[in-house]
C-alpha cells in the first residue's frame, strides 16, 4: 500500500494540516511530529479527532510518528497507530483502524445516568472484605506509606542542598602580527588574504602659525635731551621760535630742534639758554653728543647767532628689534605643514562613525594639490613675529577596525593549544603602517594583537564530576582535571552549611568560571 509523509513543523495547527491532507493521494498517511520537545502542533484531543476525520473523509488510514505522551495517549483512545520511528512506520504491516465515534453527543446520554464515581462506591459496599484482604490492603497502605517518606526523604537529599563553585582557570599571554591591505577598491572582506575595504575621504584645511624673529638690529627708542646757547652777534634784537634746527660737526651731524621760543636781546655778546632735542635719525645714542659739537644752525640764523652745548646731550637710547631672516622661513614652513595635518586628522577624527579609524600616517596632501603659503613679512623686515598661512587639500585612509581586528585575531586562534580559549576581554590591538598609500589609495597596514588564554572548562563536565562528593575530593578533582590558577584556588559553597557533601543532583551544583 502506498504511504505518504508529512513532515509537521512547530506552527502548524488543524487548519493548515487538514488543508495539507487535501493533497494526499495514497492509502496511509504519516504524521511526523517536530523533534524539538517544545514543539506541539496539536495540543487538544479534539484537534486529533478533527484531523482522524478529514483523513477518513479522503478514504486514507491515518498514523502517528511522535514522542509526545499527551499525543500518544490521545492516538491510544482513538486507537491510532504510534510509531517511534518513520522508519518503524514504513516497516508495520497492519496499521490500527480508528475509531469513528468517540465522543457522546450530549443529546445521547440518559437524562437520569447515575453518576460512574457514585456506581462504584456503591459496588465497593455490596461484598464484605475477609480478614486476608483487610491485612493485604494495611499492609499495601503501609508500603505506599513508606516509598512516600523515602521519596520525601530522597527528594530532601539530592534536591534540597545546593551548591555554588567558582573556578580561576590559569592564564598566560600570546601574541601575534597580521599584515592587513586596506584596499579602496574592494567592498568586501577577504579574511584569508587579509584584505579589507578603505575609503579615501579628502578636506580642505587652513592653518596659521608664527614663530618669533630670530634676527636682530638695533633700533633708536629714545631721543637725548640737552641745551644749547645762543650768542647775538648783531645789535639786533633777533628771536629764536621754537623747532630751530641745530646740528653737531662732522661728516654725519646729529640735529636736534629747540622746545620752546627765545628771544636775544639786542647787542652783541648777549646770550639765550633754550633747551633741544634729538630729532630724525639721531633719536638714539647717536644723539648723546659730548660738549662745544653742537655749533651750527640751519637758515639765515646761522649768520647773525652762534650756538654752542656747553653740556652731555643725554639720554637717547636704542632697543633690539626683530628681523626676519632666511632661518625663520625655513623653520616655520615644516611647523605650519605639521599644524596642518593635526588639523586635518582632528577633523577627519569628527567625521568618523561607530568604529571607523584613520590608518595612521594616511594623512596627508592630495597628490594632484600643493600647498598655498602665504607668509605676514619679507627678509629683512623689521618684525617681532612672523606668520605663516597655509592651505591645502588633504586626504585620509579611513578604515573600519572591526574587520581588521577579526583578522588579526583569526591568526591569533591559529597559535592557541588545544584545550585552551582566548579570554576575550583580554584582547588589545595595535595598528601601524606597513607601506603608505600608493595612488591607488591601497595602504599596508600591521596589527598586533595580544591577550590571555586560559584552560577551556566545560560547566557541565565540572558538575557532573563533582556530584555527590566531598568538598576536599571535588577540590583534588577540580585541580587533577584542569589547568588552574595556583594564586586563586577554586571556591566552593554548599548549602545549607552542615550537608558536608555536594548535592546528588548535578542541576543542584551551579558552576562558574570567572577568567
Not at 577598491?185 to 608664527?210: C, H, K, N, W
Not at 625663520?328 to 586635518?344: E, G, M, S
Request: charged share 20%; net charge neutral; proline share 6%.
Amino acid at each position: 500500500m502506498k504511504l505518504q509523509i508529512i513532515q509537521l513543523e512547530s506552527y502548524d495547527d488543524v487548519i493548515s494540516i487538514r488543508d495539507r491532507l487535501t493533497f494526499v493521494s495514497t492509502e496511509r498517511v504519516l504524521l511526523v511530529w517536530p523533534k524539538r520537545a517544545n514543539a506541539h502542533p496539536l495540543k487538544r484531543k479534539l484537534d486529533l479527532v478533527l484531523i482522524q476525520r478529514e483523513a477518513e473523509r479522503r478514504q486514507t488510514r491515518l498514523a502517528l510518528v511522535t514522542a509526545d505522551p499527551a499525543v500518544i495517549e490521545y492516538a491510544h483512545d482513538l486507537n491510532i497507530s504510534v510509531f517511534r520511528s518513520v522508519h518503524a512506520g514504513q516497516r508495520a504491516g497492519g496499521w490500527k483502524q480508528p475509531r469513528n465515534k468517540v465522543f457522546i453527543d450530549r443529546a445521547d446520554q440518559p437524562t437520569d445516568s447515575p453518576d460512574p464515581f457514585e456506581l462504584k462506591l456503591i459496588a465497593s459496599r455490596l461484598r464484605e472484605l475477609t480478614p486476608a484482604e483487610r491485612r493485604q490492603r494495611q499492609v499495601l497502605r503501609g508500603l505506599v506509606l513508606l516509598l512516600l517518606l523515602a521519596t520525601i526523604v530522597g527528594a530532601a537529599v539530592t534536591v534540597g542542598p545546593g551548591a555554588d563553585v567558582v573556578i580561576y582557570p590559569a592564564q598566560s599571554q600570546i601574541e601575534t602580527t597580521a599584515q592587513i591591505i586596506a584596499d579602496p577598491r574592494v567592498t568586501f572582506v577577504d579574511m584569508e588574504q587579509g584584505i579589507i575595504p578603505a575609503v579615501i575621504s579628502t578636506l580642505e584645511v587652513e592653518v596659521s602659525a608664527s614663530i618669533p624673529t630670530t634676527g636682530s638690529l638695533d633700533v633708536p627708542n629714545s631721543p637725548a635731551t640737552g641745551k644749547v646757547v645762543f650768542t647775538n652777534q648783531t645789535n639786533d634784537e633777533i628771536p629764536v621760535p621754537a623747532g630751530t634746527v641745530v646740528y653737531s660737526t662732522g661728516r654725519d651731524p646729529a640735529r636736534f630742534k629747540t622746545l620752546e621760543d627765545a628771544t636775544i636781546a639786542a647787542g652783541v655778546g648777549n646770550v639765550a639758554t633754550v633747551s633741544i632735542e634729538a630729532i630724525d635719525d639721531a633719536i638714539g645714542t647717536r644723539g648723546n653728543v659730548e660738549p662745544n659739537l653742537i655749533i651750527f644752525i640751519e637758515g639765515s640764523l646761522n649768520n647773525v647767532l652762534a650756538v654752542r652745548n656747553p653740556d652731555f646731550t643725554r639720554g637717547g637710547t636704542v632697543r633690539p628689534q626683530g628681523v626676519v631672516t632666511t632661518a625663520d622661513y625655513n623653520n616655520l614652513l615644516p611647523l605650519t605643514h605639521d599644524k596642518l595635518i593635526q588639523t586635518a586628522r582632528t577633523n577627519f577624527s569628527a567625521r568618523l562613525s561607530g568604529t571607523q579609524v584613520i590608518v595612521p600616517n594616511s594623512v596627508q596632501l592630495q597628490p594632484s594639490t600643493t600647498e598655498q603659503t602665504t607668509y605676514s613679512a619679507f627678509v629683512g623686515d623689521k618684525v617681532e613675529t612672523l606668520t605663516l598661512t597655509m592651505r591645502a587639500t588633504v586626504q585620509a585612509l579611513i578604515i573600519d577596525q572591526q574587520p581588521a581586528q577579526a583578522a588579526a585575531r583569526a591568526r591569533l586562534a591559529r597559535l592557541i593549544p588545544e584545550g585552551q580559549e582566548l579570554v576575550l576581554e583580554s584582547l588589545t590591538y595595535e595598528m601601524g603602517l606597513v607601506r603608505p598609500p600608493d595612488a591607488t589609495g591601497r595602504a599596508a597596514l600591521v596589527m598586533a594583537v595580544s591577550g590571555n588564554i586560559s584552560a577551556r572548562i566545560d560547566t557541565d563536565t565540572a558538575r557532573d564530576r563533582l556530584v555527590g562528593i566531598g568538598t576536599q575530593d571535588a577540590l583534588e578533582v577540580l585541580n587533577r582535571d584542569w589547568l588552574l590558577d595556583p594564586l586563586r584556588p577554586p571556591e566552593i559553597t554548599i548549602w545549607p552549611s552542615f550537608f558536608g557533601r555536594l548535592p546528588m543532583l548535578a542541576a543542584r551544583i551551579n558552576v562558574v568560571v570567572k577568567e
